[in-house]
C-alpha cells in the first residue's frame, strides 16, 4: 500500500509592503487579504500542516485564530524587501526540524494571490504527485503580443530579440506558446529545498485558467482584487 506523502502549506507574510501598505491585514470585501489564502488552504484534503510565516504580531494572531493553522514569528532580517524567499522557506523547514515534523513536499501559498479556485491546491498536488516532477507553479499563457519571441531588450545600444535569436518569428501563428507563473501555487519536493532550490530539474506547469488573474504588489492590483471580490468571488 502506497504511503501518502506528507505535504507542508507555508503562507509567507511579512508586514512591510511598500506598493499596498499592511497588505495582508488590509480589509478586502471584508475580510483581511490574508483571510483568502488561510481558507483555500484550509479547505484543501492534502495538505498535513499549514504554517503562516509572519514577521508582524497583528497578522499572527488573526492567522492562528483558524484551528488550522499555526505560527512562526520570524526575524526582522528574514522580513527585508531584499530577503530570498528561500531563506523564509528554510527558516520554516528548521522550524518544523525542532518540532520532530517531517515532509515530503513543501506547498507555497502567496497572500498576494488570494483568488484560488475551490480546489486548487489538490488538483495542483495531484499533478505534480501523478507526473512525478520535482516541482510545480501554476502558469497563464502570455498573449502573443507580448511573446518572448516578439520581445526586443537593448544590446551595445540596439534592440535585439529578447530569446537571443538571430531572426524575427514573423507569423502569429509561428509563435511557440509562452507561459508566466501566477503566484498562486507553488509546490517542490522537500530533498530539492533542501539542496537550496526551489525548482529543481523537472518543473511541471500547471495552466491555472479558472481563477482570477490576480497577484497584488500595487495599488492597482488591489483595485482590481477589490472588483472581483465585490463580484462575488468568495474561497
Not at 488573474?213 to 488591489?222: A, F, P, Q
Request: hydrophobic share 40%; with cysteine.
Amino acid at each position: 500500500m502506497d504511503v501518502k506523502p506528507r505535504i507542508l502549506a507555508i503562507i509567507p507574510a511579512r508586514a512591510g509592503s511598500k506598493g499596498v501598505p499592511g497588505k495582508n491585514m488590509r480589509l478586502l470585501a471584508g475580510k483581511p487579504l490574508i483571510h483568502y489564502t488561510i481558507v483555500s488552504a484550509c479547505e484543501s484534503c492534502m495538505l498535513d500542516t499549514i504554517f503562516l510565516s509572519t514577521d508582524c504580531q497583528e497578522t499572527l494572531s488573526f492567522g492562528i485564530s483558524y484551528p488550522e493553522v499555526q505560527g512562526l514569528l520570524r526575524s526582522k532580517e528574514l522580513a527585508r524587501d531584499d530577503t530570498p524567499m528561500m531563506d523564509v522557506i528554510k527558516n520554516m523547514i528548521l522550524h518544523c526540524d525542532k518540532l520532530g515534523l517531517s515532509f515530503d513536499y513543501v506547498c507555497l501559498l502567496q497572500p498576494t494571490s488570494p483568488f484560488r479556485s475551490r480546489n486548487l491546491i489538490d488538483r495542483t498536488i495531484k499533478c505534480l504527485l501523478d507526473t512525478g516532477g520535482d516541482s510545480l507553479m501554476t502558469v497563464r499563457k502570455i498573449p502573443d503580443k507580448y511573446n518572448p519571441h516578439w520581445a526586443f531588450i537593448n544590446r551595445d545600444e540596439f534592440m535585439v530579440v529578447a530569446t537571443g535569436e538571430k531572426k524575427i518569428v514573423t507569423r502569429r501563428q509561428e509563435l511557440p506558446d509562452a507561459w508566466h507563473r501566477d503566484g498562486h501555487i507553488y509546490i517542490t519536493r522537500m530533498d530539492v529545498i533542501r539542496n537550496g532550490d526551489l525548482y529543481g530539474k523537472k518543473l511541471i506547469g500547471f495552466i491555472n485558467e479558472d481563477s482570477p488573474d490576480v497577484n497584488i504588489d500595487i495599488m492597482e492590483d488591489w483595485l482590481l482584487a477589490e472588483t472581483i471580490a465585490k463580484n462575488g468571488f468568495r474561497p
